[in-house]
């Protein structure tokens, strides 16, 4: 499609286009209200435009809606909430003479249309022309190309969304009850989500499960004739290359080298080329909008929904200021090709401006009906549409504007060199090290924008990293050898930007409905993100393990692509959707049977334990309840003692870790407010976005110079639901738990020793350690100081509006007195 004239006052506010057949009067439905407000300022007093406010009819919620045996034929509602909607829409048809059906061009938009098209003309005596239109950007020319050459609704689409939408509630209906059954209510499973979940959850174990590896570097620290001083690092001894394992390895490399000569082998200095990246596509948008502006994938969508249908420019109306959004093509139109150079030329330079226009490929399997995400005129700059936008959408605009103009760039130029230095050590063995660096010689696309990353590369630790002027042969002084130490670090936890990466280099989903997927997985409690990162809960891992166990093939990666490039197939009408169905059910009909039959039952599944029951004194055992693992007794139902775990079951972040806003980006703070603990905006007023604490957070442990009584590992400090505690630091195997003891003997049985305890409401009270054998407890702190009264052996500490007082725990003694509080030293 075309852009938009260079400037907002070429604009037109309101046109006649050249319509199809019989221009009378004529309804245009599409989804959204600014949609609307925007294609009606292009389409004139003739067209009447309103909103369906997204789909009008699905699948019904309280029921399959699908009927197997009649070829999953799906049995489609009236959306609960709709009904008003879908009668307006009915009555304006019935005064127009032709019908422009103008939802979003893809599978979702083309099923609208199909149930729009469906309800629209039930019941009429008077047959309408129904028209399909369809336009990459809402602009006055697309708008109006697209009414000129108006089409009819593709059914290939149609049915690749019905058969995912079917897919997806045979999955969701037959499975979310074995949840129910087996792990508690409420839970539910998604043929997507469920992959999702299991990346994340594979991938904690991942990090769980490894061990760490020491190894070493050595750093010489060299002087040339010339300035600056550089470090090379140790590469290869005798042509090999060199592992250090550890310190005495290390050390051994550094006494051969000590009074070694180093001298320059080799200089290699070479230019290197850094190529633009291509222009947006949904998931680049989402990865890169989640790395720069802390945006959520769903936020990311939101925002760029309301940038494609139109955003207010003040005088000049609802202006549509990108392309269509929901897209994997890297494919961009000849005309703004040729905006975009005209417009690099005036603004930055000749220089700047590659002989040809720059062509990225699109992936093989990528559907390519649309463009890439861009803006629909780069003349729409973002200093000249910040007065009319939210900051957040000038936030997002900005990066597409940006990397749609640079796509279409010269590369950045570097000078690279690299200095090999070698050394003879005493020990008879050459030594290679080497120092790379490179400095910018051009900037090209990279004045205008840079791709975030991930992860620092090794071209990163060069940048910027000036070495001297050398020669082969040149004699070096060396100033240090520096030996380090470090360890190999797991694989990161994903970030949204990082899963919707490996989930798109997967062929899982689609990155339309990774927004989706990403919000339920947390909305159902499988997964919570700390820091930007996701860590599964207990119940995801849970829910995950039962589902991958049950059903290999139904949620493993591999299956699933293959899963969406049938989608695909439909969509391209090489595949029926009803063949597609019964292949896929056959095998998942099985599945079902045998997991109802075999899946376990997580509810009745008791994990033995060392410790003991504190009434019965019978053993304890790990059951599952409605709120994850709990200690009970073995003894139920005759006992029915219950007691948290010590620790949480998952390592979790620390709070101190940087959260983001996921509306704005802006850093959120802690607060506390009348219900506690939350994290806040640093926006506020401007942004009031607000998130609950997660109680299943904690701190990191701290040791102690301390071992464990039970196995010998060393104590830490652990912080709990009611605050600190130590314990064993080789939780699970060993559940040691230190109790707080009073330093004073038990006054009942003089055998024990008094310590604190917590109730299962977490109340603080006191008791013997020998407990069940002694029963003493007091809910008051005891002190070892007589009654003077009475000659009780203990007082204990309570506390009143005007003070702290010791009072004699015997009823019948009114025995009190003022208690001494110790100042600290410190304060005094």
Known sequence: MGTNPPNLHNIPKEGSPEGHGNMGKSLVVVESPAKAKTISRYLGKDFVV??????????PKNELAVDIENGFTPKYEIIEGKEKVVQELRRAAQEADAIYLA????????????HLAEELTRGTKKPRPIYRVMFNEIT???????????????????????ARRVLDRLVGYKISPLLWDKVRRGLSAGRVQTVALRLIVEREREIQNFVRKEYWTIDAHLEASKPPAFAARLQKRDGQAIELPDEQ?????????????????????????????????????????????????????????RLYEGVELGEHGSIGLITYIRTDSTRVSEEAIRDVRDFIARRYGPEYLPESPNRYKTKKEAQDAHEAIRPTSVELTPEMVAPYLKEDEWKLYQLIWQRFVASQ?????????????????????????????????????????????????EEDEELGKKLPLVSPGELLKLKALEPEQHFTEPPPRYTEATLVKKLEADGVGRPSTYATILSTIQERGYVVKKGGKFYPTELGMVVSDLLVQNFADLFDVGYTARMEAELDEIEEGRRHWRAALEDFYEKFKRDLERAAAEMADIKRLEEPTDQRCDKCGRPMVIRWGRHGRFLACSGYPECTNTRELAQADLEMPSEEMAEYCPNCGRPMVLKRGRYGQFYACTGYPDCKTTRRLDSRSKKPDIPLEETCPECGSQLVIKHGRYGEFTACSNYPKCRYIQRKALEMPCPVCGQGELVEKRSKRGRLFYGCNR????????????????????????????????????????????YRRTAEVEVPAEVQ
Not at 140 to 157: D, H, Q, T
Not at 415 to 437: C, H, M, N, P, W
Not at 782 to 805: D, H, I, M, T, W
Request: proline share 6%; with cysteine; aromatic share 8%.
């Open 50 to 59: 309103k909103a369906s406010l997204g789909h009008i009819k699905d699948l």
């Open 771 to 814: 407990y069940p054998e002694c029963s003493f407890v007091s809910w008051d702190k005891p002190v070892k100081e007589a009654c003077p009264e009475c000659g009780s052996p203990y007082l204990v500490e309570k506390r009143f509006k005007n003070g702290l007082y010791l009072a004699c725990p015997n009823r019948s003694c009114k």
């Open 140 to 162: 006055s020319k697309a708008v109006r190309e697209a009414f000129k050459n108006p089409g009819s609704i593709n059914m290939s689409l149609v049915e690749a969304q019905q």
């Open 103 to 114: 939802a979003d061009p893809d599978r979702e938009g083309e099923a609208i249309c199909h």
């Open 409 to 457: 760039m010269t590369p950045a130029l570097y000078d690279q060199t690299t200095i090999e230095v070698v050394a003879r050590g005493k020990d008879g063995g050459t030594y290679l090290f080497r120092a790379s660096g490179s400095v910018p010689k051009f900037e090209g696309f990279l004045k205008v924008y840079e791709e975030g990353k991930d992860e620092k590369t």
């Open 249 to 305: 390895a290390a050390q051994r490399v550094v006494e051969a080298l000590q009074d070694a000569e180093f001298v320059v082998d080799s200089v290699v200095t070479r230019e290197k080329r850094r190529n633009p990246v291509p222009p947006f596509i949904t998931s680049t948008l989402q990865q890169e909008a989640a790395r720069k502006l802390k945006f959520s994938v769903s936020r990311t969508m939101a925002i760029a929904q």
